[in-house]
C-alpha cells in the first residue's frame, strides 16, 4: 500500500474517532439506562416502578424486588410472579434471564451455575414485592453470591440498592 493511501486510511480513521468522540452524550446511554431500557426483555414488571434491593448475608444474600409506591397491587403480582419462578430456576443452576440482561460473563453466574446443589434458593412473597435468599456454607459459593450481587447493583444502578 503507497504511503498516500496509507495517509488516506488513517484520515478516514482519525475522523471516524473525533466523530465518536465528539458524539453529544444524550445520544449514548450509561451501561445503567441500558439495563433499564432492556429489563422489560427478562422482568415483567415496570422498572421505573420498582426497585432491587441486595442484602450481603454471612451465609449468602437476599435479594428483594418491591414496588416503589403502595397501592401497586398489578406490580405487586408481577414480582411475585417473576421472583418465583426466578427461585426454581436459580436453584436448578439456571441463571438465562441475568445472562440474558447482564450478559454471560457477570461476575459469580459460572459459579452459582456450578454450585447450585450447594446453594439452598427460597422465595418469600411480600406484602410490597418478593424477595429470593441464597444459603450455603460454601464460601466460594457466598464470595460468588456478594459478586454477582455487586455487579446488579452497578448495573441497575438507580433502580438498586443495598439493605
Given at each position: ?28 446511554t450509561t451501561r ?132
Amino acid at each position: 500500500m503507497s504511503a498516500l493511501n496509507r495517509l488516506g486510511v488513517w484520515s478516514a480513521l482519525a475522523s471516524s474517532v473525533m466523530l465518536l468522540a465528539c458524539a453529544p452524550l444524550s445520544a449514548q446511554t450509561t451501561r445503567q439506562e441500558d439495563i433499564h431500557q432492556h429489563a422489560h426483555d427478562v422482568m415483567p414488571f415496570d422498572m421505573s416502578k420498582t426497585v432491587h434491593i441486595f442484602k450481603m448475608t454471612e451465609h449468602g444474600g437476599v435479594q428483594r424486588v418491591v414496588t416503589r409506591e403502595a397501592g401497586t397491587n398489578d406490580e405487586v403480582a408481577l414480582i411475585q410472579q417473576h421472583l418465583m419462578h426466578e427461585a426454581a430456576r436459580f436453584q436448578k443452576g439456571n441463571y438465562s434471564d441475568p445472562e440474558t440482561l447482564h450478559g454471560t460473563d457477570m461476575p459469580g453466574i459460572k459459579e452459582l451455575q456450578e454450585g447450585a446443589s450447594r446453594i439452598t434458593i427460597s422465595y418469600t412473597a411480600l406484602p410490597d414485592g418478593a424477595e429470593i435468599a441464597f444459603e450455603t456454607t460454601d464460601l466460594h459459593l457466598v464470595t460468588a453470591v456478594h459478586r454477582w450481587f455487586g455487579a446488579q447493583l452497578s448495573e441497575h444502578g438507580a433502580d438498586a440498592r443495598t439493605e
